[in-house]
């Protein structure tokens, strides 16, 4: 079946330097790929988004790159700070909504 | 005001207990909802309507029945609750794609 896997489960980096997660997904059909940020104990929050006729989208110190041929999306923090800390999920929605299939996560650590 | 606000914020009950959670969006979507997030914090969607009418029904147990009487409300409700129902709902609202909005949670118990 249809899956996204999300690399890399845990991740630590020092304040100031970038962090990168990766998604594969694995049908052709998906055509929006939104991240969310989840801080502990809190909701997700939508974060940054692409949709499959573009190839890279940046937002201040937030980027997402999407390659189709490979079926890979990743999410580009820049300038990393304190308040990244928090759990990343990557999406894949299938056309017209009608499959919404989350990675596993990421658990981002921002090291002082 | 709460864009997305669900009742109640925690729910601690017996197994075999029914029990309901509701949502409401005040932003005018027309597609709300709930997602299941487990122990190990994997979120995975239960169900999705538009403008009142189901899009999204995953392989969920028919115990969960969700209920949409207007398109700003999507409740859920679940019969002869089990120890694994036992995890974080959350429901979501979007203007077309996927969620954009989510609500604070609600933490399910079952004991």
């Known amino acids: 079946g249809e899956n996204v896997e999300q690399h890399p489960s845990t991740l630590s980096v020092q304040e100031g330097d970038s962090a990168v997660i990766k998604c594969t997904y694995s049908?052709?059909?998906?055509?929006?790929f939104p991240w969310y940020k989840q801080e502990l104990g809190k909701r997700p929050q939508l974060i940054i988004d692409?949709?499959?006729?573009?190839g890279e989208k940046k937002d201040q110190r937030i980027a997402v790159t999407l390659n189709k041929t490979a079926k890979h999306f990743s999410l580009h923090i820049t300038e990393t700070q304190p308040e990244d800390s928090a759990v990343y999920f990557c999406?894949?929605?299938?056309?017209?909504?009608?499959?919404?299939?989350f990675g596993s996560g990421t658990r981002l650590s921002i090291r002082p | 005001d709460t864009a997305v606000s669900q009742t109640p914020k925690y729910l601690v009950t017996q197994m075999g207990n029914d029990k309901s959670i509701k949502c409401e969006q005040n932003?005018?979507?027309?597609?709300m909802y709930w997602y299941k997030q487990d122990s190990k914090k994997f979120l995975k969607i239960m169900f999705s309507?538009?403008?009142?009418?189901?899009?999204i029904n995953e392989t969920v147990p028919n115990r969960f029945s969700p209920k949409s009487p207007d398109k700003a409300h999507l409740n859920l409700h679940i019969n002869s609750l089990e120890l694994g129902d036992s995890a974080v709902y959350f429901c979501?609202?979007?203007?077309?794609?996927?969620?954009?909005?989510f609500g604070a949670g609600t933490r399910l118990s079952v004991l």
């Open positions: 309507y538009n403008n009142k009418e189901l899009i």
């Open positions: 932003l005018g979507h027309d597609t």
């Open positions: 692409i949709r499959s006729n573009v």
């Open positions: 049908d052709s059909a998906s055509n929006y």
């Open positions: 999406a894949a929605i299938y056309s017209s909504a009608s499959k919404i299939i």
């Open positions: 979501a609202s979007s203007q077309g794609r996927g969620p954009g909005n």
